[in-house]
């Protein structure tokens, strides 16, 4: 495994002194175009079961992003795609500690970036190839630091049956147009607490990791067969954790092999504007700019989901009142991993 | 194009990048990283510089503890079982002419069942000699009918702060049969569960529940169970009865397995309802039964693999020296939506004096042998298409070679195939042809069933 990240590493290298020795001025290789760039893959997929391995992880990753930023920077640059060129330098320039003389280098070139990007007069205005795609430019507004004017979107779940509408999950999405890539979430944690979950109900967006941790004296299996974000942790012991990256957007129903009564959810949305509501239904989006937009509410208790169209303007929007439907009961039988229903009140 | 930078710059730095000495020294000081495992947990990401924070980062929903929005301590749920069946013949297995005495002890295979309890559609004997030993039944001979099979009720209540579970499973059975109304209201189970430690899978039931024999136990409610009818060994394996029971599995994570252990006591034994006396204990002396469990639970393959034991004096008379001696084994195994449950059980029963069951008081408790078991073989495949779930098409073939004390052994063979539709989300519907032959020891009777089952969970 660390021998194949670091030939990775090395040939990621080799690559890119091979671009840049073909001049700057130099289209970047078809090839890199056509993928994904490596730095989306992080974290790295290194085991880690000792504090020693940690630190190698930590400092490998480090490194890896570094990389990556740098070197993606670089091609999006070449490729006249500026929006993402300033967006993965300036990423870079906010990781700390960073070597003064990268800094130094890049610096200058991310300003570059961002200047062609929002079609200031650069260096080169005759030279200036054209505009970012529209979804480059709403992934540049994900992650720009300086983003837009935006509002806030709030307002009240009722509904959702006897256990009421705490949980349920409120996102936007654009009406017209692409809505933004969100970035991951980081640090999200599900643990297995006196055979339940906590929380029961976890919204990430896409590409979140979330990290399944097991508080219990005992041995949890938690596993989804909910396509196509379907997983298995396998048995693990108390203090363990398991990590699961979510890549597709919908509801994750969580269940454990070992004990059928253990119910839980994450549900994960490709918009950075959602929010969950608290026990009393009440919620906050932040961030939104203002536009026509698809409002969507998932709950465990409503067979389909609210959907409403919405207009955010330049204030906001607020005491939005929607409903959720209390339709869908909790299974009587969850089913195990294979699928075949459990009498929760047998065995164990 | 004119850019600030310049190749050799880049590529400087860029090699920096890939081998600081920070990194290496890093990984020196920490020594040599473990061998990553096949399978490891992983801890959460090193602290890696974000690329951008998302605004509307959420902790998640626990539901609180009390008040409102928390869980009810209290769950009723249930089902309805509604069906339709045609039975060969007059619905029995008596075969006309034969004027063996008893007739149930002459025939043994009886009618195939038509419902999940395997209530069969006649036990009509026109007026010759029975001794108890049958099967419940619908009443509708050799026509085609509609059935009300079960309303059952289920009550589950956990007390948030207690280790402790109480459940009691209440049925209606709705039987207006040629003889009159036979409707009744069975408590099948009624039991208490208690989890007295945090840290051990030990479980420690008192009541009336489950048997602890076999797997068929697990699929024996119309909603639980992949097809309509139970198996031909059901009625020595799937009965309830009042006791105590422990249930201990140990998990084994380094083969992702693990070792269970179930076993009761209780008033009598495993045979259903209509071979069992009414709940209570005839000589005093409890049935010992157990269960012991292999468990493998990889990503691709499920495989659950027992062996079960029973002795104890006899259900159905008082004499404690009639004793009934039960084992078998069992399997299961699903791969890819495909279902195998298999079970072998071999059952000895000593002679003994008059006895009761719960069809009533019969004057000879002859000693008797089975042998006999199934294979089961199921695939579902899910659905997204309007109302429809999942698709589930199974066949079963059940053997079974029986014997009382002075009688000619009767072996009999089943093959059972059927369709299940699983739709929206509290909707069964199951059809299924059972082919029954005799193929020893009795005469040869017209006895296949149609039926079929709608089963409506609540």
Redesign the interface.
């Known amino acids: ?2 021998l194949g990240l670091f030939r990775r ?2 040939l ?2 080799a690559f ?2 091979a671009a ?2 073909a ?3 130099s289209a970047a290789p078809p090839a890199a175009e056509s993928r994904g760039w490596l730095g989306e893959e ?2 790295l ?19 890896y ?3 990556n ?3 993606a920077g ?1 091609l999006a ?1 070449d490729g006249g795609d500026f929006a993402t060129a300033a ?1 993965k330098w300036e ?1 870079l320039l ?3 500690p960073l ?1 003064p ?2 800094e130094k ?2 610096r ?2 991310a300003r ?1 970036a961002r200047a062609r990007a929002e079609g200031q007069p650069g ?2 205005a005759a ?1 200036r190839p054209p505009e970012p795609t529209a979804s480059v430019a709403a992934e540049a507004a ?4 300086t983003p837009a004017a935006t509002a806030t979107v709030s307002g009240t779940v009722s509904g959702g049956g ?3 509408p ?2 349920a999950v409120v996102w936007l999405k654009r009406a017209n147009g692409e809505t933004p890539r ?6 999200k ?2 643990t297995q607490r006196g055979k339940t979950f ?8 896409v590409g979140t ?1 979330v ?1 399944f941790r097991n508080d ?4 949890h ?1 938690i596993f989804s067969l909910s396509k196509p974000n379907e997983f ?1 942790t ?4 108390q203090g ?4 699961q990256t979510f890549r597709h957007p919908g509801a994750v129903q969580l269940l454990c ?2 004990h059928a009564s253990m119910l839980g959810f994450v549900v994960v949305v490709d918009t ?9 239904g009440a919620f906050t ?3 939104v700019p203002p536009g026509e937009y698809q409002i969507e509410v998932w709950h465990e208790a409503a ?1 389909k989901p609210t959907l409403e169209r919405v207009s955010v303007g330049a204030a906001g929007l607020h005491g939005l009142a929607l409903r959720v439907a209390g339709d ?2 909790t ?3 969850l089913p ?13 | ?7 050799k ?10 081998a ?1 000495g ?2 290496v020294g ?2 020196r000081a ?2 040599a ?2 061998a ?2 096949a ?26 503890v009390e008040g ?2 928390a ?2 301590p209290l ?1 009723i ?1 249930g089902y309805v079982d509604v069906g339709f069946a045609k039975a060969q013949g007059n619905g029995t297995s008596f075969a006309p002419g034969d004027q063996s005495i008893p007739a149930d002890y002459g025939v043994d295979t009886f009618a195939p069942a038509v419902n999940s309890r395997g209530d069969v559609a006649s036990t009509n004997s026109n007026g010759r000699f029975v001794n108890g030993f049958l099967p419940r039944s619908v009443g509708i001979g050799g026509n085609a009918s509609f059935l009300l099979n079960t309303l059952d009720v ?1 009550l ?1 209540y956990t007390p948030g702060a207690l280790p402790l ?1 109480v ?1 009691s499973r209440v049925q209606l059975l709705p039987r207006f049969t040629g003889s009159g109304d036979d409707t009744r209201v069975y408590v099948e189970q009624a039991f208490g ?1 208690l ?1 007295p430690f ?6 420690i039931s008192v009541g009336k529940f ?1 048997s602890v024999f076999g797997i068929e136990y ?1 699929d024996n ?1 119309a ?2 169970r992949t097809g309509v009818t139970p198996s031909l060994v059901a009625r020595y394996t799937t009965g309830q009865s009042i006791g105590a029971k422990l ?1 201990y ?1 140990v ?1 084994i ?1 380094s083969l ?1 397995s ?1 070792v ?1 252990l ?1 076993v009761a006591a209780t008033n009598s034994g495993n045979f259903v309802e209509s071979l069992q006396p009414p709940d209570a204990s005839l000589t005093g002396t409890p049935v010992a039964s157990g269960r012991l469990g292999y468990e493998l ?3 691709g393959v ?1 495989a659950k693999l027992g062996a079960s034991g029973l002795i104890g004096p006899r259900n159905d008379q008082p004499l404690e020296a009639a004793h009934q001696k039960v084992f078998g084994f069992d399997a299961r195994v ?1 791969v890819a ?1 495909v ?1 195998l449950n298999a079970e072998y059980v071999h059952v000895d029963e000593e002679e003994g004096g008059p006895k009761t069951t719960s069809l009533g008081n019969f004057p000879i408790s002859s000693a008797f042998w089975a042998r006999g078991g199934y294979v089961q073989l199921a695939y ?1 495949l ?1 659905f997204s298409i309007g109302a429809l779930r999942k698709l589930t098409v199974y066949g079963r073939y059940d053997r079974r070679h029986a014997w009382f004390q002075g009688f000619t052994p009767i072996t009999v063979d089943r093959f059972t195939g059927g369709l299940r539709l699983d739709l929206w ?2 909707l069964i519907l199951k059809a299924e042809y059972l082919d029954n032959r005799e193929l020893a020891g009795a005469p040869t009777v017209a006895n296949n069933v149609f039926t079929s089952s709608l089963v409506y ?2």
């Open positions: 495994m660390r590493l090395l990621g290298g890119l002194a840049l020795a001049g700057p001025a992080l974290p997929p290194l085991a880690v079961r000792t504090p020693q391995d940690l630190a190698v992880k930590a400092a490998a990753e480090k490194q992003l570094i990389f930023l740098l070197a670089k640059f967006a990423a906010r990781i700390h070597d003389d990268l280098t890049i200058p070139l570059e260096q080169a030279e994900a992650v720009s630091p006897p256990q009421g705490g949980g969100p970035a991951p979430a980081r640090g944690v599900i906590v929380p029961r109900v976890l919204v990430v967006p990791k990290a219990d004296p005992i041995f299996n298995d396998g048995l693990y012991k363990a954790t398991y990590t092999n070992i950075p504007y959602y929010a969950q509501a608290d026990a009393s989006i932040r961030g067979a869908k009961r299974p009587q039988f195990d991993k294979s699928g075949k229903p459990r009498q929760s009140h047998l065995g164990y | 194009m004119r850019t600030a930078w310049t190749s710059g880049l590529v400087g730095v860029a090699a920096a990048a890939l600081t920070a990194f890093a990984a920490q020594g990283p473990t990553a495992p399978v490891a947990p992983t801890v959460p990401a090193a602290p890696v510089p974000p690329e951008a924070e998302p605004i509307n980062d959420s902790e998640g929903y626990t539901p609180p409102a929005g869980p009810s769950s749920d289920d589950k579970m459940f569960r989890v945090e840290s051990q899978e030990l479980a489950d697990l409610e909603n639980i249930f599995r998990q994570e992702q693990a269970s179930n639970n990889t990503r499920q699903a939506g279902y579902a899910p989300e509290a969970s609540w």
